[in-house]
């Protein structure tokens, strides 16, 4: 199986823009790549920060743009969503028995197990799992088909990454999600938003990744604690390929607009510039 991730979102009502970017562009054209270049993926997943604010009108104008893609959505809460508002414009989205946005998606190829980490009785954007929360995780890990990888998505790590800031953040009770897998089942892979950055890894013993913000991102910086060091770099998306339980991930930055050239070409390699090696072209 194939599918695609996409992670941090963070969109304003239509016609608003957050730090300068306006997220709806930006995903239209991440839209418009994944349907023109991925025919045969199973899923989109978008790891939460949907909203930069939680308000209904920015989850319409995420609705409008999503609407867009051939291939079905997987959508996520992160510490900047707001359940009520996003049931409102995404009805038919994942729903466990107690209302948390998280869910099981068992494919041919690989078991995928989404979590919601949002915590809406916090002012720090931390997350958490709580007992009934641990409780699906336990479950899921535990009832997952064994012949095919478990792939389990969530938006806040449970770990330092060295953002200092965005250590204060983290999922509050990583422990106790370590204690649920530890006794159950560890995940093949761990798959993360929240970071603003790309990031890969091992978390005792199990791999991860964590995906480039959409929009605006968390600047490479290791000193700064007192706030998040924001940046405007280019954003990606990333496309897994599960094969015979082999997990590949390709980062795709999809707003690269310069020159596509032969490698082989010697007029290419000894160009002198980037517009001349525009100019020699494919």
């Not at 609705?63 to 893609?69: D, P, Q, R």
């Not at 290791?222 to 280019?234: D, N, V």
């Not at 496309?239 to 980062?251: M, R, S, Y």
Request: glycine share 8%; charged share 20%.
């Amino acid at each position: 199986m194939r599918f695609v991730i996409l992670t941090d979102t963070h969109f304003v009502p239509r016609g608003r823009k957050l730090y300068g970017l306006d997220p709806a562009q930006r995903l239209a054209v991440a839209v418009e790549k994944i349907n023109a270049s991925h025919n045969d993926i199973s899923c989109v997943i978008v790891s939460g920060d949907l909203a930069h604010w939680g308000e209904r009108a920015a989850y319409a104008s995420l609705s409008g743009v999503l609407a867009g893609l051939k291939s079905p959505t997987i959508l996520m809460m992160g510490n900047h969503d707001r359940r009520e508002p996003f049931r409102l414009e995404f009805a038919g989205a994942d729903r466990d028995p107690h209302g948390f946005v998280q869910a099981v998606h068992t494919f041919d190829a690989a078991t995928i197990v989404t979590l919601d980490t949002l915590n809406e009785e916090t002012p720090d954007q931390a997350g958490i799992l709580c007992q009934r929360r641990l409780e699906f995780l336990a479950d899921a890990l535990a009832s997952a088909p064994t012949d095919r990888p478990l792939l389990l998505f969530q938006h806040h790590p449970p770990f330092d990454s060295g953002l200092r800031y965005m250590d204060t953040i983290k999922l509050a009770n990583g422990e106790a999600e370590w204690d649920v897998i530890a006794s159950t089942r560890k995940p093949d892979y761990l798959f993360m938003g929240h970071l603003h950055r790309p990031i890969a890894g091992t978390w005792r013993g199990i791999p991860f990744h964590i995906q480039r913000a959409l929009t605006h991102q968390v600047a490479f910086d290791f000193e700064t604690a007192g706030y998040i060091p924001g940046t405007l770099e280019a954003p990606d998306y990333a496309l897994v390929d599960v094969d015979k339980g082999n997990i590949v991930i390709h980062q795709r930055s999809f707003l690269y607009d310069g020159p596509a050239f032969s490698l082989h070409d010697p007029k290419a390699a000894s160009s002198r510039s980037t517009r001349e090696l525009a100019e020699v072209g494919l």
